[in-house]
Structure formats: structure tokens, C-alpha cells
């Protein structure tokens, strides 16, 4: 088989798909094609993981009463987790998501098979967190994927992970991870908007790598 070569200005261009990607929290309502969901959803299982285990498990969630459990559970999560800080201002930031589970036509929650038969335990065998990490890795791929396709993704992560298994009626055996709105974007940034709206930033000095 022979690989692509990909070429100096497709390497500009993905540098400028990861500058891109954001964290979304404001939508248009307009649905997206169905079978671009789909084609997303596929690449998003080209990721690679521990054994060829692929444990993710992706689920839409399309149901108006699941939605509305998910976004009340977020609620009183997001109610708890405000009422644990003092003294700071993320009371700015606790309607984000909010936002975003209310306008964003399309919603994916995200599991991993923590014990999957698949990949026969390859590889996880000291580091059983491995299986979890692979399917976080099929989340960054679904990400990018969904950025180039000129769509937004917000990762909505304050939920009670047992609550929201029950409510999306999942496996016993799968283990919630992350539940994302997808949609198109109100706008587009190559800034986060946490750094945007003065919250936090990236840091200036901070590179890739160490030498010891
Ligand atoms: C594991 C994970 C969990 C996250 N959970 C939340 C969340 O609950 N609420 C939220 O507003 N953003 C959440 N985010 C998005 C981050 O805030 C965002 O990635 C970060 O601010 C950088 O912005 P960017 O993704 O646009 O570069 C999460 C991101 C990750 C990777």
C-alpha cells in the first residue's frame, strides 16, 4: 500500500484546523445533514486505542425528555458547583452551557466499554485507565473531524455520570464520559472563549516538550 503524501500546504492547513477547533457554546438551530453526522461519527472511529479494543461507544441523544433530564442534571450540577466557589466570578460563565444543551440541534453522549471483549486486554493490563483514554482520543478526532466540517462541539462535563447513565438508559458495563452539543457554530474564534471573556489563557510560556 502506498501512504499519501501530504503535502507542506495540507500540513498549513490542518496547523490551522487545530488553531480553529473551539470549545462551542452558542448554536444555530439549523440541523445538520444526517449523513454528515454519520461520516463524523465513522472518522471518529478511526482513533486509535489500546489493543484495537475500541471502546468508545457514542449514543445521540434525540429524545426531548432525555434531553430535558441531561439539562436539568446539568442544572443542579452547575447550581452545586457554583455554590462551592466564593469570592470569584464564575457566576460570568454558569449560563455557557447552558446556552449551548438549549440551542444545539444535535446532542452525543460518550461512553467507554471500561472491559471490552475486544482487543483481549492487550496493553491495559497495568494501566486499565488505557481503555478510557482511547475513547477520549475518538472524542478529539470526532472534534477536529466536526471543525473541519465547519461544525462546533461543546463538551459539557458538569453532570453527575451516574445519573446521566440512567437517564440514557446505557450499558451497565459502559462508563460515562462526556456528553457533547453539536451544531453549527453562532461564530467562529481562534481563541478560546474562556481566554476571550478574560477567565483564563493559554500560557505564553509553556511549550511542548522537556529535556532531561
Ligand atoms: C475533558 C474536558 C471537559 C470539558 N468540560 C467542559 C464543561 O463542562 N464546560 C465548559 O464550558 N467547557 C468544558 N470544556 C471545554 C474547555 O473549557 C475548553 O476546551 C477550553 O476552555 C479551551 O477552549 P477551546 O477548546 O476552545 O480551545 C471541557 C474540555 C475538556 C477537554
Not at 91 to 107: C, E, I, N, T
Not at 163 to 188: M, N, S
Request: hydrophobic share 40%; charged share 25%.
Amino acid at each position: 500500500m502506498t501512504c499519501p503524501v501530504f503535502p507542506t500546504d495540507f500540513r498549513d492547513t490542518l496547523d490551522r484546523l487545530f488553531l480553529w477547533r473551539r470549545d462551542v457554546r452558542h448554536f444555530r438551530p439549523d440541523p445538520v445533514a444526517e449523513a454528515t453526522l454519520d461520516g463524523l461519527l465513522a472518522t471518529a472511529c478511526l482513533a486509535p486505542s489500546v489493543g484495537l479494543s475500541e471502546p468508545w461507544r457514542f449514543m445521540r441523544v434525540d429524545r426531548p425528555d432525555r434531553r430535558a433530564a441531561v439539562r436539568a442534571d446539568f442544572a443542579r450540577c452547575n447550581a452545586e458547583a457554583l455554590a462551592a466557589r466564593t469570592g470569584d466570578d464564575s457566576g460570568r460563565y454558569a449560563a455557557l452551557k447552558l446556552a449551548g444543551l438549549d440551542q444545539a440541534p444535535h446532542h452525543v453522549a460518550v461512553f467507554c466499554d471500561a472491559d471490552p471483549r475486544q482487543g483481549r486486554g492487550l496493553g491495559r493490563m497495568t494501566m486499565p485507565e488505557t481503555t478510557v483514554w482511547s475513547a477520549v482520543m475518538a472524542i478529539h478526532t470526532f472534534w477536529l473531524a466536526a471543525t473541519a466540517a465547519g461544525l462546533g462541539v461543546g463538551w459539557v462535563s458538569i453532570l453527575d455520570p451516574d445519573r446521566i447513565a440512567r437517564i440514557l438508559d446505557a450499558d451497565p458495563d459502559w462508563t460515562f464520559l462526556a456528553y457533547l452539543c453539536v451544531g453549527y457554530p453562532q461564530e467562529h474564534a481562534d481563541t478560546p472563549e474562556l481566554e476571550r471573556q478574560g477567565w483564563e489563557r493559554r500560557d505564553p510560556h509553556r511549550r511542548g516538550w522537556i529535556i532531561r
